[in-house]
């Protein structure tokens, strides 16, 4: 095992750091490192170059490359720059090429080279210039911090949701400060930055100075900053040679590290491994590298040329003109933190297959598991791919790179669900599909639905939406004719500005919501011209606009209806204003004047003239409450005779009867039933032999019997006629004379009626006198 071990440098007791080639570059670079602009992506990500930045010994005539190359230096793309001058590079998290700009502005690049997009960092920016920038990255994305000629801060969080944030101003600071990063604490970005010995903390609305705990005294500046890859620690290199690390918080030393030299480095950056207890900081000069800790001694690397670091998740990724490497801590089981060389993990899967024979009841799963990971690791790092992801950075992997038919290979010998798998690889050919602007919109549609089909868990929609984002319209709704999911073709085509398309398909999914949706954008959209013909020709659409309308916006009902010339409508829309909206009996008159004439329009003569009626019943009830006080108004025809019945106005409620052309029957009935309410008995007498009743006398005897008053109700029993007589005497209890008129009629029905009233402790003779009739009845 000595030549598996020879490489292990110690640090301290505890610790073993390792660095091993990944790639011998080949990529021909003709400048060194120190000329170029560098930024490389994190978990084996690509690496950019913007060779020949603007420098006052280069020639103005010559103009910049932008070149993107794989972590093994295979050439993904080259353009010449032909912006402005750029202050910084920086990848995001999406791996997007962030290119700040001189003055502010940040132009995305994909990562073969293609334009995406550009935002300004705002007019401050622009008016002072910048004079740094960090691109960063947090829970919320990746985030741009600038440095101003003004020696102020503006920041952005995310740069896929751009919020920009100034910074509020540090006291004192006359120039730019010797060192400064950005820092993540509590989902919140803050600025860190050294002012001579002085630490400042900057946030969205305060400056707070910062006291390190346990710092070496004599320290008059701070030289570099490194902030760790979780943001969770921080190290400073001072102007006397010491290194001081500790938390991000500011609460806690973790130690501190005299490396004997002051000449500020290049770069310096954590090296640290998931769940381990050792912490570790890189520190690069022209020549060396030294990695230090919590230990008196150090790590010393001799560097054979210029060089760039870059801080992973387990380790350190270091690169030059010639070489590729990887320094981290060498984990301490081999086998289940997966070495990151392929050998040794070749080596470690064997020795695990030979010893896993002697246990007993070993599970196989989490070997065979390992082995495939291992395998598709050595299968990605190859140099043709160049991703040098180690076991740590695994999950973190994302298909960015085109290279498709791997990506499907890899997860069909791992068996992934399909929904997981190659359903998501597909769509991500297909976003990329729809940028080769060189093709018709119909070839790239007819291609992307030959390859994807009915693919479970392919969103045609997300596919139309990176076509709409290229700028290619036509081609998002060519896509959008295959997403089976109504809900997902309308909300795009609404982006896209095509909302009577997007109204014809929210229709033909029966959604109501949906045309809703669709419907209140097409009114914020249209004039209101434009918008009432578009329903028009969509029934169903205007029949639902029609029903929000009569909860949400009664004054656009009544347009649709004057538009359409629904005089029908129009007039059911002011009866009900005429109740609902006014208050006053001159506006309540004036909507129902208005609603006979729509009525009269829409020929409808029965509307028009209950119409009509409803306002005279209206002046007569304010000309009663003026004359007799009481409550009139909304009374309806028969409640206001009624009322003034019982106010004992008989003969204005007999007038607004003829008024009103109520029938007599009716009226006697309303005139029956309140003056038996009132129990006025003697004007009830009288009304009856005011001439002959229209609706009998019968209701006389009901009406009192209702009231308990069997003494009146025998008074109008006698003067019903002979068909209602039985009937009339049963109901004020003269059982006796009921049977005697029942056999006088000789009527079965009238004498079955009297017999179920009978008792038989007091009624056996009536009993007896009808069973003879009915015997007598049936001899003849």
């Known amino acids: 095992m000595d030549c598996y071990t020879a490489n292990w440098n110690p640090l301290g007791d505890s610790a073993f750091y390792r660095k091993y080639e990944l790639y011998s570059m080949d990529w021909d670079l003709k400048e060194e490192l120190r000329d170029c602009l560098v930024a490389a992506a994190p978990y084996g990500g690509p690496i950019a170059l913007l060779r020949n930045p603007w420098r006052k010994e280069k020639a103005a005539s010559v103009r910049p490359v932008l070149e993107i190359y794989s972590a093994s230096g295979m050439p993904l793309a080259s353009l010449m720059w032909k912006s402005g001058p750029v202050v910084s590079l920086g990848w995001s998290a999406e791996e997007e090429l962030l290119c700040v700009q001189e003055d502010g502005v940040v132009l995305v690049y994909g990562l073969h080279g293609d334009f995406r997009r550009h935002f300004s960092m705002g007019n401050e920016v622009l008016q002072n210039r910048v004079l740094d920038a960090r691109i960063f990255h947090t829970e919320l994305g990746s985030g741009v911090a600038i440095l101003t000629g003004a020696h102020r801060f ?119 491994r998931p769940r381990s207890k050792e912490r570790a900081v890189v520190v690069a000069w022209e020549r060396r590298l030294m990695v230090v800790g919590d230990t008196p001694e150090s790590i010393q690397f001799v560097l054979d040329e210029d060089s760039y670091l870059v801080p992973e998740l387990d380790g350190v990724r270091i690169f030059s003109r010639t070489t590729h490497e990887f320094l981290h801590e060498v984990p301490g089981e081999a086998l289940t933190r997966a070495p990151g060389d392929p050998g040794q993990g070749l080596l470690g899967t064997t020795a695990a297959s030979f010893g896993k024979c002697f246990l007993d009841r070993f599970p196989p799963d989490s070997f065979v598991r390992m082995c495939q990971d291992l395998r598709i690791l050595n299968a990605i790092r190859d140099y043709h791919i160049g991703i040098p992801l180690t076991y740590s950075q695994y999950p973190q992997v994302l298909v960015l790179r085109r290279l498709y038919p791997l990506a499907i290979q890899i997860c069909e010998y791992l068996r992934l669900p399909e929904v997981q798998g190659v359903s998501r690889i597909l769509a991500h050919w297909a976003c990329y599909k729809v940028q080769q602007k060189d093709v018709s919109d119909e070839d790239v549609a ?33 896509l959008l004719e295959y997403e089976p999911r109504s809900g997902e073709q309308v909300p795009l085509l609404l982006k896209m500005k095509r909302s009577k398309l997007a109204l014809s398909k929210a229709i033909e999914s029966g959604d109501t919501d949906l045309v809703f949706t669709v419907l209140l954008h097409l009114k914020n959209e249209l004039n209101r011209g434009d918008f009432f013909m578009t329903l028009r020709n969509q029934p169903m659409a205007l029949s639902l606009y029609r029903q929000f309308c009569k909860h949400q916006e009664l004054e ?25 909206a006014e208050e006053h009996i001159e506006g309540r008159v004036a909507a129902l004047q208005k609603a006979a004439e729509a009525f009269n329009k829409a020929k409808n003569d029965f509307a028009a003239k209950a119409t009509e009626d409803q306002m005279r019943l209206l002046r007569l009830q304010r000309c009663l409450e003026d004359e007799l006080g009481g409550r009139f108004l909304d009374l309806s025809v028969h409640d206001t005779v009624t009322t003034l019945i019982l106010g004992g106005h008989n003969k204005r409620a007999e007038q607004v009867a003829r ?76 059982v006796a004379q009921a049977a005697d008129v029942a056999i006088e009629h000789r009527n079965e029905a009238e004498m079955s009626l009297v017999l179920s009233h009978c008792t038989g402790a007091t009624d056996g003779a009536t009993v007896d006198k009808i069973q003879r009739a009915r015997a007598q009845a049936q001899k003849k």
């Open 556 to 580: 656009t009902l009544k347009d649709l209806y004057n538009q359409d010339d629904n005089h029908q409508e129009l007039g059911s829309f002011h009866i009900r204003a005429s109740y609902t």
């Open 446 to 478: 007819r291609a992307i639905n030959q390859k994807l089909g009915d693919t479970p868990g392919v969103s045609y929609s997300d596919i139309a939406a990176r076509a709409y984002g290229c700028g290619r319209t036509e081609l998002a709704i060519k």
């Open 659 to 734: 008024d009103f052309r109520i029938p007599d029957k009716r009226l006697w009935w309303l005139k029956l039933t309140a003056l038996a309410d009132l129990e006025d008995w003697e004007e009830l007498e009288k009304f009856s032999k005011s001439k002959k009743s229209p609706i009998g006398y019968l209701p006389f005897v009901e009406i009192c019997m209702k009231q308990h008053n069997k003494y009146e109700a025998k008074k109008y029993a006698s003067r019903v006629g002979p068909e209602q007589k039985v009937k009339a005497l049963l109901l004020v209890g003269d």
């Open 154 to 272: 503006t920041l952005s969080a995310n740069v896929s949701d751009l919020k920009l944030r100034r910074m509020p101003e540090v006291p004192g600071l006359q120039s730019a400060p010797s060192c400064w990063t950005t820092l993540c604490r509590d989902r919140v970005a803050h600025i860190l930055l050294a002012v001579g010995p002085d630490l400042y903390l900057l946030d969205h609305a305060t400056c707070s100075p910062v006291t390190l705990p346990g710092l070496a005294p004599g320290v008059s500046s701070f030289l570099q900053m490194a902030v760790s890859f979780t943001s969770r620690h921080l190290a400073l290199f001072t102007d006397t040679g010491y290194i001081w690390m500790g938390t991000a918080s500011f609460k806690e030393k973790l130690c501190e590290f005299n490396c004997n030299i002051r000449a500020p480095p290049k770069q310096m950056v954590w090296c640290s």
